[in-house]
């Protein structure tokens, strides 16, 4: 629900760059959470683990909060029928009365997508095909590089290695940290090079170290 609450909020010329910070604030929050583990390791006795897991609780009551402010996205206002006040928010978020522009444009758009007949079946034709094949293959095998096994259970994965405890949990922050760095180097990039070249040159990159 974020990226897509970002992209519908974010004025067009930083879109982008507001989606990429999104990902930068996933990869740092990965980081945090493995220096917190391995901080709470050092604990004597045998609770650490479970401030660890209490303080998950933090970030989650952080964005709880922070919902119970934000605003509804203009997008779904119109198409709920409220322009007089998805125009309000628009002008509040750009800080400007001068958006009768963007907001035709928001409305254009919501009316063209109400005349699109049966979307779901739709996307199952053939001119489609291709689309539709990219948005399932690409997060399957994704999935299937087993990055999710890393980043959940790096800290195991590294102790079936012959890794210690404490060498486990600072391997994890390691991989977490290149995370973070790699993320960086993706957001210096891909204005310059393109999507589809990193694209290609991260399953290049995995499947030589893989």
């Given at each position: 629900s974020?990226?897509?609450?970002?992209?519908?909020?974010?004025?067009?010329?930083?879109?982008?760059?507001?989606?990429?910070?999104?990902?930068?604030?996933?990869?740092?929050?990965?980081?945090?959470?493995?220096?917190?583990?391995?901080?709470t390791?050092?604990?004597?006795?045998?609770?650490?683990?479970?401030?660890?897991l209490?303080?998950?609780?933090?970030?989650?009551?952080?964005?709880?909060?922070?919902?119970?402010?934000?605003p509804?996205?203009?997008?779904?206002?119109?198409e709920?029928?409220?322009?007089?006040?998805?125009?309000?928010?628009?002008?509040?978020?750009?800080?400007?009365?001068?958006?009768?522009?963007?907001?035709?444009?928001?409305?254009?758009?919501?009316?063209?997508?109400?005349?699109v007949?049966?979307?779901w079946?739709?996307?199952?034709?053939?001119?489609?095909?291709?689309?539709?094949?990219?948005?399932?293959?690409?997060?399957?095998f994704?999935?299937?590089?087993?990055?999710?096994i890393?980043?959940?259970?790096?800290?195991?994965?590294?102790?079936?290695?012959?890794?210690?405890?404490?060498?486990?949990?600072?391997?994890?922050?390691?991989?977490?940290?290149?995370?973070?760095?790699?993320?960086?180097?993706?957001?210096?990039?891909?204005?310059k090079f393109?999507?589809?070249?990193?694209?290609?040159?991260?399953?290049?990159q995995?499947f030589?170290?893989?």
């Amino acid at each position: 629900s974020v990226p897509v609450y970002l992209s519908e909020m974010a004025p067009a010329k930083i879109r982008g760059a507001l989606n990429m910070c999104f990902q930068l604030a996933i990869t740092i929050g990965i980081f945090a959470a493995n220096l917190v583990n391995y901080g709470t390791s050092k604990i004597n006795g045998d609770y650490g683990w479970r401030i660890s897991l209490a303080l998950a609780a933090v970030p989650a009551i952080i964005m709880l909060a922070g919902a119970v402010f934000l605003p509804e996205t203009p997008n779904s206002l119109i198409e709920r029928g409220q322009v007089e006040k998805a125009k309000a928010i628009i002008q509040k978020i750009r800080g400007t009365s001068e958006v009768e522009e963007e907001l035709q444009d928001i409305i254009d758009a919501s009316e063209a997508s109400k005349q699109v007949a049966h979307p779901w079946a739709n996307i199952l034709q053939k001119k489609y095909r291709p689309q539709l094949v990219m948005a399932i293959a690409i997060p399957m095998f994704q999935q299937f590089t087993g990055i999710n096994i890393i980043m959940f259970y790096a800290p195991v994965l590294f102790k079936t290695l012959g890794f210690g405890d404490e060498a486990s949990l600072m391997s994890a922050v390691i991989s977490g940290l290149v995370n973070v760095l790699a993320t960086f180097v993706s957001i210096g990039t891909v204005d310059k090079f393109g999507r589809r070249a990193l694209f290609l040159e991260g399953g290049v990159q995995m499947f030589i170290s893989q």
